[in-house]
């Protein structure tokens, strides 16, 4: 790894412990409790021998994970997210690309206590280019770039909520994810189509015409997480592998469940719902 002065640097990379190293635009740097990595974090135990890497390339820095055995995160706004395992690959498939501000990196543990490696882009000029006050850039912020965007301005999006919000409301992912006719009725509640949820109800033909359209969008979404490449080529998608993509690669995040209790985005999904019938 080439490092140069952290006050020049264009990335700057904080370990626990609080050392600082830069790393030029084109270097990398190698993380984890092996000794033999460029930057060595022996506190947690939950983090593997080589667990992560940190490029700094024109623009910005990529976040990927090194392990196929240990989880690594990443965290901004509040939000942690799981970044895609090596899994038998000689180089990441996928990761965390940021173009401003600080993100934090480590085991869940690491950034539960307080404890992560904090990457920070600087200005051409050395400065910080986030506000200054230690603000995580987030993920819904245009500096950072996620591995797939649904506009929230979109049914898909809606459906897409309604598919994860199980497992938003349940970290732990215990709970039985909906199915189709299950999502469909949903989104008519969340839609405050009263009439057409007695419909829905009694109706067989109209229940199948709703819930087909539920299920391409699910259809959509499973292509679009195939194409990006969020899943380990060869994986079956199932329900619970692509919702757990989603969720890991914050494309759907705890924070748009608020979205389900906006009156004014309620409307709007009910304009896009209902105008077309």
């Not at 009263?194 to 199948?208: K, Q, S």
């Amino acid at each position: 790894m080439g490092v140069i002065d952290a006050e020049v640097a264009a990335t700057r990379v904080t370990a626990p412990s609080g050392e600082t190293i830069g790393i030029p635009e084109g270097g990398r740097m190698e993380f984890g409790r092996g000794a033999d990595m460029d930057l060595v974090i022996s506190a947690d135990r939950g983090l593997s021998r080589r667990a992560g890497v940190i490029v700094a390339v024109g623009g910005g820095a990529w976040v990927a994970n090194l392990s196929g055995t240990h989880a690594l995160y990443v965290e901004c706004d509040g939000h942690q997210v799981r970044l895609p395992p090596l899994e038998g690959r000689s180089e990441p498939s996928g990761g965390w690309f940021m173009r401003s501000g600080t993100t934090l990196v480590g085991s869940r543990t690491m950034l539960d206590e307080g404890q992560p490696v904090r990457v920070q882009i600087m200005s051409r000029h050395g400065l910080r280019t986030d506000s200054g006050n230690g603000q995580v850039i987030g993920p819904d912020d245009d500096s950072t770039l996620r591995p797939l965007y649904l506009d929230p301005k979109t049914k898909l999006f809606l459906v897409a909520l309604l598919w994860c919000r199980p497992w938003l409301l349940d970290p732990a992912r215990t709970t039985s994810l909906p199915r189709t006719p299950e999502i469909a009725r949903a989104a008519l509640t969340v839609t405050d189509a009263h009439h057409e949820l007695e419909r829905f109800d009694t109706d067989p033909a109209f229940r199948e015409r709703i819930s087909a359209r539920v299920g391409e969008h699910l259809r959509v979404l499973r292509r679009k997480i195939t194409t990006r490449g969020l899943t380990r080529q060869g994986t079956r998608l199932s329900d619970e592998v692509v919702v757990g993509a989603l969720i890991d690669h914050a494309v759907i995040t705890s924070g748009d469940l608020a979205r389900l209790d906006d009156p004014s985005w309620c409307s709007r999904q009910e304009d896009l719902w209902w105008d077309r019938t």
